[in-house]
């Protein structure tokens, strides 16, 4: 049996190529993470997507399929989320978690596609937002997926539609 430690330094190690030419960086989480409740509304410890104007959803349903099966919907429903977000393939991004992960990891755009999918295999509730935090798209532990502004944004986005598969 593996530990959350055992698991995050095998991530680690991954991203080490990357951090190596300065495309990721490491940080400590706290301030991302004050920000991000600051700017969300939340509940439980995580972001209430109910009551963030403009948030768009992509259930996994029942029964949930396994990740790889869901992988390119996953992708397109986060390139919805850069779009909407105007990120820029070189623009940084953050992504942050609620459990195993426990730095602020910064990324390229590119450089966090790269590492998509073993991003969304931590077990953990999982934020990906920009510098501002006024952008954040969410990964949960029960493999749903959001996305929205924060609450000084929501206009941007009041006419924003709907995809098959996806709630508002």
């Given at each position: ?120 295999e931590l077990p953990q509730h999982l934020y990906i937002i920009n510098a501002s935090v006024d952008w ?33």
């Amino acid at each position: 049996m593996t530990n959350d430690n055992d698991v995050l330094n095998v991530f680690l190690k991954l991203l080490t190529p990357d951090i190596e030419r300065g495309e990721i960086r490491l940080a400590p989480e706290d301030e991302i993470v004050r920000r991000l409740a600051i700017k969300y509304p939340m509940v439980l410890g995580r972001i209430d997507w109910g009551k963030v104007p403009g948030a768009r959803g992509l259930l996994a349903g029942k029964p949930v399929m396994p990740l790889g099966a869901r992988l390119d919907s996953l992708r397109l429903f986060f390139d919805r989320f850069l779009s909407a977000a105007s990120l820029a393939e070189s623009d940084e991004v953050i992504v942050v978690g609620d459990g195993i992960l426990d730095v602020a990891v910064h990324f390229t755009v590119r450089s966090l596609r790269a590492h998509f999918a073993e991003l969304l295999e931590l077990p953990q509730h999982l934020y990906i937002i920009n510098a501002s935090v006024d952008w954040c798209f969410n990964y949960t532990f029960e493999d749903d997926a959001f996305f929205g502004p924060a609450a000084s944004n929501a206009k941007e986005v009041s006419t924003f539609s709907d995809t098959k598969g996806e709630s508002s």
